[in-house]
């Protein structure tokens, strides 16, 4: 058993004990309780008559069924359903006993309500397992007491209590009400790892029912009495803003409540980080029907002008600083020689090894190539929207975010509200990606709500989305390296910029596996908003970085995997500078890359199948993938993916498979095919006609995904998947075609893919 405190929880602890049948509520630092919106079929046993709270995580029928709640957003990263699994494990209940439910968000008791950087499992980790066995203490703490017996004699099981010597047994739903009247244990046990019954075996999505039998699940599917829908039109261009409109037309048209301008920040608002958007001032109309404020807003005339230079000031996670917005009217092929020149000159030094400049003026050979990724739109499946009702005294915001945390503040002070007056909760989401990160629609939606003093849809349609969005930052790297006249590699050079930030991560590998080492960026400053995408950064610099790395290797004459476990023990055994800096263990590194070289059978060939390979450590954890390649009619089709990971442990096998397929598939439909280009400051791309996505039909046939067993706490799996399969694409590319692709999409790259 390990022991854990509660102390820390202690602190936000909430005792209530004027709950029905004399619960017990106690809320934990990020728990909370949540309301049934109905009842559940799928429970083994009938609804309760009555339920008891046993904490905020958490409360118990009194026939045993158990609600659990889960306080992060969904989106399609399975939290909804592994998390309430990690309760009821600690908890010692029958799975199919439970029922899960959304929180709804509260920044007094819960901790981190946001669903980014692949961080909801692992930084709720101990706390979720606290819930549940700070519960199990108190039900055999009431039975103990009950039936006159020592606690420790007691066992819990499957929702069970039972006292061996005398007899006695009762189910949770019996002890219920009389763990309500336990005090909060100081100190809980939590189990064994290989005690774990519900931990590590797969359970099915608690939503799947209804996403495929189409019920009311996801933001749009938001429906109130009284409810109004509304659209928005914003500048047609990045580097414009609203100058004046006529919307008489409009305001005569069926269906149409009205039409008007809204602004969503003063002058001098000092933005978030998740608070921004290129258009603040936008033009709403309001009608019955999503059909008719669509076709209302075609015969609005809107004049438009172009914006100044803007300094804005920022507050990204306490640190405050100034980001400036350059006027004019941007182009992609400005944007790529802007890139260019920039990384002509010398960078920013942000790590130096060794003497990396004089090793490569003596170097005997030196090799050098450039790399670069266009901006890329997030397209959410389901379209963006958000539902708002606000009255003089209390806003109710309701739809997909990804970050209802981080918005409360300022929809509060957009409205004049304190933040007890503001009341978000979340719906799943059809997509996120980082999209949902940047809430300016909620508090699009909140203010249009105001305005109209009744209840307000706020949707956007896909044009809406892909011309106003918040991109993937375009960016472009210079990888060198330098070898000796015997072909050993001597120094190794990164120099890597983007628009409007570089990608470069200074102190990931081979940072400390060379003994000259030089890390370098630069950065353009531009109008298009830009902001998190999947595995933000490493989603461009991984697969530069693993391409490069399969180019040295062959220079070198060397097995692609065999060269990087020799850096990797070089980097665990004798690092090269201060190993502190390093942000990466070296041991896990090459735990994937021996896991995906013994699973995809590296090194035995197959006739007309070409393998690349690459591996890359983002958010805490490691992954490794083998793609193979085979031409078809001088199309390269992806056979098979084999994936190594290491995420610590898994808690439901079948959903983190399903991660790591959707982050290779992704990865490749957007190394393959995708681009977002701009042409006056409007982007050319607005919707599926022109923005190529991958198809069904071009998804890898098969994909094999094997997890490291190490026993660590859980790190990290949304997000890892996906950055090093572009790299190992790009090599299996190279392989087929003889060719190396440097530039994405690779579909698009001059000269054709193949001759």
């Known amino acids: 058993m390990t022991l854990i405190k509660t102390h820390i929880g202690r602190r936000a602890f909430i005792k209530n004990t004027s709950l029905a049948g004399g619960g017990l509520v106690l809320g934990f630092s990020f728990l909370n309780s949540c309301k049934p919106k109905q009842a559940e079929t799928i429970a083994a046993l009938e609804m309760p008559n009555e339920w008891f709270e046993i904490n905020?995580?958490?409360?118990?029928?009194?026939?045993?069924?158990?609600?659990?709640?889960?306080?992060?957003?969904?989106?399609?990263?399975?939290?909804?359903?592994?998390?309430?699994?990690?309760?009821?494990?600690?908890?010692?209940?029958?799975?199919?006993?439970?029922?899960?439910?959304?929180?709804?968000?509260?920044?007094?008791?819960?901790?981190?309500?946001?669903?980014?950087?692949?961080?909801?499992?692992?930084?709720?980790?101990?706390?979720?397992?606290?819930?549940?066995?700070?519960?199990?203490?108190?039900?055999?703490?009431?039975?103990?007491?009950?039936?006159?017996?020592?606690?420790?004699?007691?066992?819990?099981?499957?929702?069970?209590?039972?006292?061996?010597?005398?007899?006695?047994?009762?189910?949770?739903?019996e002890m219920a009400s009389a763990a309500a009247q336990m005090e909060v244990p100081e100190e809980v046990e939590l189990k064994e790892r290989s005690d774990f019954s519900i931990i590590?075996?797969?359970?099915?999505?608690?939503?799947?029912?209804?996403?495929?039998?189409?019920?009311?699940?996801?933001?749009?599917?938001?429906?109130?009495?009284?409810?109004?829908?509304?659209?928005?039109?914003?500048?047609?261009?990045?580097?414009?803003?609203?100058?004046?409109?006529?919307?008489?037309?409009?305001?005569?048209?069926?269906?149409?409540?009205?039409?008007?301008?809204?602004?969503?920040?003063?002058?001098?608002?000092?933005?978030?980080?998740?608070?921004?958007?290129?258009?603040?001032?936008?033009?709403?109309?309001?009608?019955?029907?999503?059909?008719?404020?669509?076709?209302?807003?075609?015969?609005?005339?809107?004049?438009?002008?172009?914006?100044?230079?803007?300094?804005?000031?920022?507050?990204?996670?306490?640190?405050?600083?100034?980001?400036?917005?350059?006027?004019?009217?941007?182009?992609?092929?400005?944007?790529?020689?802007?890139?260019?020149?920039?990384?002509?000159?010398?960078?920013?030094?942000?790590?130096?090894?060794?003497?990396?400049?004089?090793?490569?003026?003596?170097?005997?050979?030196?090799?050098?190539?450039?790399?670069?990724?266009?901006?890329?739109?997030?397209?959410?499946?389901?379209?963006?929207?958000?539902?708002?009702?606000?009255?003089?005294?209390?806003?109710?915001?309701?739809?997909?975010?990804?970050?209802?945390?981080?918005?409360?503040?300022?929809?509060?002070?957009?409205?004049?509200?304190?933040?007890?007056?503001?009341?978000?909760?979340?719906?799943?989401?059809?997509?996120?990606?980082?999209?949902?990160?940047?809430?300016?629609?909620?508090?699009?939606?909140?203010?249009?709500?105001?305005?109209?003093?009744?209840?307000?849809?706020?949707?956007?349609?896909?044009?809406?989305?892909?011309?106003?969005?918040?991109?993937?930052?375009?960016?472009?790297?210079?990888?060198?390296a330098a070898f000796d006249a015997d072909n050993n590699l001597m120094a190794f050079h990164v120099k890597a910029g983007g628009i409007p930030e570089s990608p470069l991560f200074a102190?990931?590998?081979?940072?400390?596996?060379?003994?000259?080492?030089?890390?370098?960026?630069?950065?353009?400053?531009?109008?298009?908003?830009?902001?998190?995408?999947?595995?933000?950064?490493?989603?461009?610099?991984?697969?530069?970085?693993?391409?490069?790395?399969?180019?040295?290797?062959?220079?070198?004459?060397k097995d692609p995997i065999d060269f990087r476990l020799e850096l990797l023990k070089r980097a665990q055994e004798n690092p090269v500078g201060d190993a502190e800096l390093n942000d990466y263990d070296a041991s896990r590194y090459a735990g994937v890359l021996e896991l995906v070289r013994e699973k995809s059978n590296w090194g035995q060939s197959q006739s007309g199948v070409h393998r690349g390979v690459s591996a890359y450590f983002c958010h805490n954890s490691y992954v490794a993938q083998v793609l193979d390649i085979a031409m078809e009619n001088n199309t390269p089709v992806v056979q098979k993916v084999t994936s190594a990971i290491d995420c610590g442990i898994v808690v439901n096998p079948d959903a983190a498979t399903n991660m790591a397929e959707g982050g290779v598939v992704d990865g490749i439909g957007h190394a393959m095919y995708s681009q977002l280009t701009f042409k006056d400051g409007t982007p050319e791309q607005q919707n599926f006609d022109k923005y190529r996505l991958i198809r069904h039909s071009e998804a890898p046939k098969e994909i094999e995904t094997h997890f490291v067993d190490n026993g660590i706490d859980p790190t990290g799996m949304g997000e890892p998947p996906f950055p090093p399969i572009m790299g190992a694409l790009a090599n299996a590319l190279y392989k087929a075609t003889g060719r190396r692709y440097y530039h994405q999409p690779f579909i698009t790259d001059k000269p054709p893919l193949v001759g």
């Not at 949902?436 to 003093?453: D, N, P, T």
Request: net charge negative; with cysteine.
């Open 56 to 173: 905020g995580y958490l409360k118990i029928g009194d026939n045993g069924v158990v609600t659990i709640m889960s306080p992060n957003p969904e989106i399609g990263q399975n939290v909804k359903t592994s998390m309430p699994m990690i309760v009821a494990d600690e908890l010692e209940i029958d799975w199919k006993n439970v029922i899960v439910e959304q929180a709804p968000l509260n920044t007094n008791l819960y901790n981190w309500q946001v669903a980014g950087g692949s961080r909801s499992i692992s930084s709720s980790w101990q706390s979720l397992r606290m819930a549940g066995a700070t519960a199990r203490h108190m039900l055999k703490e009431a039975a103990a007491r009950a039936w006159q017996v020592p606690v420790g004699e007691i066992t819990a099981v499957a929702g069970v209590l039972a006292h061996e010597a005398s007899g006695n047994s009762a189910g949770y739903g």
């Open 200 to 480: 590590g075996t797969s359970r099915k999505n608690v939503d799947g029912l209804k996403i495929v039998t189409g019920q009311p699940l996801f933001g749009i599917d938001v429906q109130r009495e009284g409810m109004l829908i509304a659209t928005l039109a914003h500048p047609p261009a990045f580097g414009m803003r609203l100058k004046s409109f006529d919307a008489e037309e409009a305001k005569q048209m069926p269906g149409i409540r009205d039409v008007f301008s809204i602004k969503l920040y003063d002058d001098d608002f000092k933005k978030s980080a998740f608070h921004q958007t290129a258009f603040n001032e936008l033009v709403a109309v309001v009608g019955e029907t999503t059909w008719q404020v669509m076709q209302a807003k075609k015969t609005l005339n809107i004049e438009w002008e172009q914006s100044p230079d803007t300094i804005e000031a920022m507050s990204l996670f306490g640190n405050e600083m100034k980001v400036n917005y350059p006027a004019g009217m941007e182009n992609s092929d400005t944007h790529t020689a802007k890139l260019k020149e920039l990384n002509s000159r010398k960078g920013n030094v942000v790590r130096r090894d060794g003497n990396p400049e004089a090793a490569f003026a003596n170097a005997a050979k030196v090799i050098e190539r450039s790399y670069s990724c266009p901006f890329l739109a997030h397209n959410t499946m389901e379209p963006m929207n958000f539902f708002a009702h606000v009255t003089e005294d209390h806003a109710e915001l309701l739809g997909p975010t990804q970050t209802p945390e981080f918005m409360e503040p300022a929809i509060a002070e957009h409205l004049g509200l304190p933040l007890e007056k503001v009341d978000i909760q979340m719906t799943r989401q059809g997509g996120g990606f980082g999209r949902r990160l940047y809430g300016h629609f909620m508090v699009e939606a909140a203010a249009i709500s105001k305005k109209m003093v009744t209840p307000i849809k706020l949707v956007y349609s896909r044009e809406d989305d892909m011309s106003q969005g918040t991109y993937r930052p375009s960016y472009y790297a210079t990888y060198r």
């Open 507 to 557: 102190n990931r590998f081979p940072a400390g596996a060379i003994d000259n080492y030089l890390a370098e960026n630069f950065t353009v400053d531009s109008n298009i908003t830009t902001g998190a995408f999947r595995a933000p950064r490493s989603n461009f610099i991984a697969g530069a970085e693993q391409s490069f790395l399969d180019e040295v290797a062959e220079e070198m004459g």
